[in-house]
C-alpha cells in the first residue's frame, strides 16, 4: 500500500513563474491538508481540501497561492509567479476520516526560488 | 507569541539516556495532541497520538499530556543512535467545525543520540 506520494520532490524556478506541486493521497483517503515548513520553522498549514471542496483555506497566502481536489486524480497546490521567500518546502498530508489527528506525509515537495 | 512553544534545542544525549521532550501551548481550545519524528529532508512520521490529557505508552515512547498547566512531553527511553531526528509537537482543535482539519505545529526539536 503505497504512501502518500508527492512530486516532484525537488522543483526549481525562476522569480515570476509557475510552480505547481502535486499530491497523491493514500489509497482510500478523501482528505488532504498542505503544510508549509520555512528554513528553521515548523509547519504551518496553509489548506484542508476534500474531493472537489476546499474545506479550511485560513493558511493560504490570499494571493497567488491556490489548491484543488478534483474528483479524478491528484491533488494540486498552485503558486503562481513566485517569489524568493516562497522558497520551502511543501508537505502534504492525507487522512481516512475528517480531521487530521492520525493524518500521514508525503516526503515533500522542496521548491527553491532562483 | 506563538500558540505552540517547543524548544528547537539541539538536545545530544548518549545512547541509553532518556530524553525528555517538552512543548507548552496558550490555546486550551487543543484536544488532540500529537509528536512527529522528522528525519533529515523527509516527511513528517506520527510516532504518538493522544486525546486530552493523560498518559500514553508506546514501546520506549511515552507522551504525557498535563491540560491545566498546557504542557506535553516525550519521554524516550534507552535512545538509540536511530532516534537521532528532529521532534515535533501538534496539536488540533475539538472535533466539529472546519478548524478540525487543522494541526499546529511546535517548531520542533533537534535530537542527536551519540553511540
Known amino acids: 500500500n503505497a504512501g502518500v506520494m508527492q512530486n516532484p520532490r525537488h522543483l526549481v524556478r525562476r522569480r515570476g513563474q509557475e510552480a505547481r506541486l502535486r499530491c497523491s493521497p493514500m489509497k482510500g483517503h478523501s482528505h488532504v491538508y498542505w503544510y508549509r515548513q520555512l528554513p528553521e520553522e515548523g509547519l504551518k498549514f496553509m489548506v484542508y481540501l476534500q474531493k472537489e471542496n476546499i474545506i479550511d483555506e485560513s493558511g493560504m497566502p490570499k494571493e497567488r497561492f491556490s489548491a484543488e481536489f478534483p474528483k479524478e486524480g491528484p491533488s494540486i497546490l498552485r503558486i503562481q509567479q513566485v517569489v524568493r521567500g516562497d522558497s520551502a518546502a511543501y508537505f502534504c498530508?492525507?487522512?481516512?476520516?475528517?480531521?487530521?489527528?492520525?493524518?500521514?506525509f508525503g516526503q515533500g515537495t522542496r521548491l527553491t526560488v532562483v | 507569541q506563538k500558540e505552540v512553544e517547543q524548544d528547537p534545542g539541539p538536545l545530544s544525549v548518549p545512547e541509553g539516556a532518556i530524553v525528555s521532550l517538552n512543548c507548552t501551548y496558550s490555546?486550551?481550545?487543543?484536544?488532540?495532541f500529537m509528536w512527529y519524528r522528522q528525519y533529515s529532508r523527509k516527511g513528517p512520521e506520527l510516532l504518538m497520538y493522544t486525546y486530552s490529557s493523560g498518559n500514553k505508552e508506546d514501546g520506549r515512547f511515552t507522551a504525557q499530556v498535563d491540560k491545566s498547566s498546557k504542557y506535553i512531553s516525550l519521554f524516550i527511553r534507552d535512545s538509540q543512535p536511530s532516534d537521532s531526528a528532529t521532534y515535533l509537537c501538534a496539536m488540533s482543535l475539538n472535533a466539529g467545525g472546519t478548524s478540525y482539519g487543522k494541526l499546529t505545529f511546535g517548531q520542533g526539536t533537534i535530537l542527536t543520540v551519540h553511540p
Open positions: 490555546n486550551s481550545a487543543f484536544q488532540y
Open positions: 498530508a492525507s487522512s481516512l476520516l475528517q480531521g487530521n489527528t492520525e493524518a500521514f
